[in-house]
């Protein structure tokens, strides 16, 4: 593999943080061992590597959360106290979190007001104009009332609400952890144009994420850590997104995405969409047949999130028709999509999937408590049975069956997700955004995970933003525009440019006349009945 050595990278600012023999250990795990690390001003710091690789250990270090066993940590040439987050901020340093930091209740003049330092505050009674000013002029996109509760705000609108809190306090380096989660393709360019503004105003940005096309695209130079360890530091513009990769996990990387099984028996129609409608999208109609996953792609907000909803019946839909295994939905709620097989995993995981309090078994089996049950009573060891062969299967890293979700990693979490899918065997999975702030070596295990369920009979619909996860994981891809299919790009045409170059043309040079599917519909069964 040719990479840039950490010797060859050179650049010319003022060092503005600087970690040098970091060591931090939790019981008997060392996060950190001996890893140095640098922020120069007027540059983007990139740091990579997978969920427990240390980075988040590495951040509070530099940000005074944190108390390092060993090491020296300097903000602007000046040494930090261990354990002082307030000297951090005064030294300089800023911090823009993955979970919101908030004051949920107040608005948000008033969490604006409260994290700039007291000599740049207005006047109290000044604070709306002086919120609303502030906010434009970071050229994030970010229209928000200055009135209006930071609890109100959508997942997009909080995340970079986070990064102007930071820049409200005029850092001189500015650390962003997984900024992007939950921006669609306009929300990160705006973010990417206000991080290159702190660049050229001599800024230090390190900037954390699992996005690795965006991490090149913004960085200069990148560190990769793995195991707690510190793998070298790159030059950008020399290193390409396969050799990262095979940095982070540490081994070469042959195909990231699991190939299909062969087919031995035709495939059958299992999901029929015809001229289904609903709020900003429609009329939208396409097949899916048995075994394979099918990806919908298309910019932001242009009704896939609305589709989604309408299938797993979370919204109802306002005309068309669905029909699953020969028969036809209504569609009225969650459960009665359950019920007739088709099976949502939600982009939003914390929010929408799971219940973060609750561990693993849990989790995993709620909605499949009946394979368990008998007379009205749990199989607890039938449950723990079928739960610890999933957590070995999709390689759950978890102490126990009965830790709550919500201290495990982003990719462990999705897999508990996944896992439901195991139990409950629907016969269509629509997997939203199913590697969303997942690191690379859980996406890879996820896409296994997909793989396997549709070899086993299942069929995948998956909505994701990225064309690579799409050509690299789907059998072929619908492209949506102004909320319609306007192309489907088939198997051994996909790769990231052909699917970039259908949503950039958008609808307007869609083949004329050429329906998605070239099928008819299916004849239904009695609407409503069971399967």
């Not at 840039?4 to 050179?10: F, G, H, I, L």
């Not at 944190?66 to 000297?87: E, F």
């Not at 906010?135 to 970010?142: E, G, N, T, V």
């Amino acid at each position: 593999m040719t990479i840039s050595s950490p010797e060859e990278n050179s650049t010319t600012g003022e060092l503005v943080l600087e970690l040098t023999g970091v060591s931090r250990q939790f019981g008997a795990v060392r996060a950190l061992t001996d890893v140095s690390f640098d922020c120069r001003a007027g540059e983007v710091h990139a740091l990579v590597g997978e969920n427990g690789s240390g980075k988040s250990t590495l951040l509070g270090i530099a940000s005074g959360f944190v108390d390092p066993d060993l090491g020296i940590v300097r903000i602007g040439g000046k040494p930090l106290r261990r354990d002082s987050p307030a000297l951090a901020r005064k030294l300089g340093l800023a911090m823009a979190y993955q979970d919101t930091s908030s004051i949920q209740p107040e608005p948000v003049k008033n969490n604006l007001y409260l994290t700039a330092p007291p000599d740049q505050r207005p006047p109290f009674w000044r604070r709306k104009k002086w919120a609303r000013e502030l906010l434009a002029s970071f050229d994030l996109d970010l229209e928000l009332f200055p009135d209006a509760p930071a609890g109100f705000l959508t997942l997009a609108e909080r995340q970079l609400f986070e990064v102007a809190k930071a820049l409200a306090t005029n850092p001189k380096v500015l650390l962003l952890d997984e900024p992007t989660t939950a921006l669609g393709p306009d929300e990160v360019e705006a973010l990417h144009r206000t991080v290159r503004a702190c660049r050229q105003r001599g800024m230090g940005v390190v900037y954390v994420s699992h996005r690795l096309p965006e991490v090149l695209e913004i960085a200069d130079r990148i560190t990769v850590l793995r195991d707690g360890r510190n793998q070298g530091t790159f030059n950008a513009s020399a290193t390409s997104e396969t050799q990262l990769v095979e940095l982070i996990v540490g081994r070469p990387i042959e195909s990231a995405f699991p190939p299909a099984a062969p087919q031995t028996a035709a495939r059958e129609e299992v999901l029929a969409v015809d001229g289904l409608q609903g709020q900003s999208f429609g009329p939208v109609s396409f097949i899916l047949v048995s075994g394979e996953i099918v990806g919908i792609a298309g910019a932001e907000g242009n009704g896939q999130a609305q589709l989604f909803d309408c299938l797993s019946g979370r919204v109802p839909p306002k005309a068309g028709r669905v029909v699953c295994d020969g028969v036809e939905l209504n569609l009225i709620s969650t459960h009665e999509a359950i019920a007739s097989g088709l099976m949502l995993l939600p982009g939003d995981r914390k929010r929408e999937a799971l219940m973060p309090v609750l561990g693993v078994r849990v989790n995993a089996t709620i909605q499949s408590l009946r394979n368990f049950g008998l007379l009205g009573l749990l199989n607890r060891r039938a449950e723990r049975k079928a739960v610890g062969g999933l957590v070995e299967q999709l390689e759950i890293r978890t102490p126990s069956l009965d830790q709550p979700v919500e201290f495990l990693s982003g990719g462990n979490q999705q897999k508990v997700s996944v896992s439901r899918t195991y139990l409950k065997k629907p016969s269509v999975i629509l997997a939203y955004e199913p590697t969303q702030g997942v690191d690379v070596g859980s996406r890879f295990d996820i896409y296994r995970a997909l793989r396997a369920r549709t070899d086993s009979g299942a069929t995948l619909l998956v909505k994701s933003s990225d064309p690579i996860e799409l050509s690299g994981l789907c059998d072929r891809v619908l492209v949506m525009s102004r909320g319609t299919i306007v192309e489907e790009i088939p198997g051994d045409e996909l790769d990231e440019r052909r699917i970039t170059e259908a949503i950039v043309r958008g609808p307007g040079l869609s083949r004329a006349g050429r329906s998605p599917l070239g099928v008819a519909m299916p004849k239904s069964r009695a609407r409503g009945s069971s399967r």
